[in-house]
């Protein structure tokens, strides 16, 4: 628990170091295909290698759309905004 809440507390300050080099759409295709490396694995020895069904792709389309759209408007926010970081004294 504490590795995932590391992991999402650190990807604001770490993208706003990268935001204005790189569009949104570089930085989640990053992302997303990062997780995908990470996680392909288990899922090919758990489940074995097989296409989905066009029916299937769109469920799944319709399942990361919410993800997508948050890390897009993150990435594009970071352009404007700064992170605050809070430090303890």
Known sequence: MMMAILMAASSFPIASLITNELPPAVLMFFRFLLAASFFAPLVFIKHGVAL?????????????MP????FWCMFESLKYTSVIICQEI
């Open 52 to 64: 989905p069904k066009i029916a299937d792709l769109l469920r799944y389309t319709m399942l990361t």
């Open 67 to 70: 993800s997508v759209g948050f």
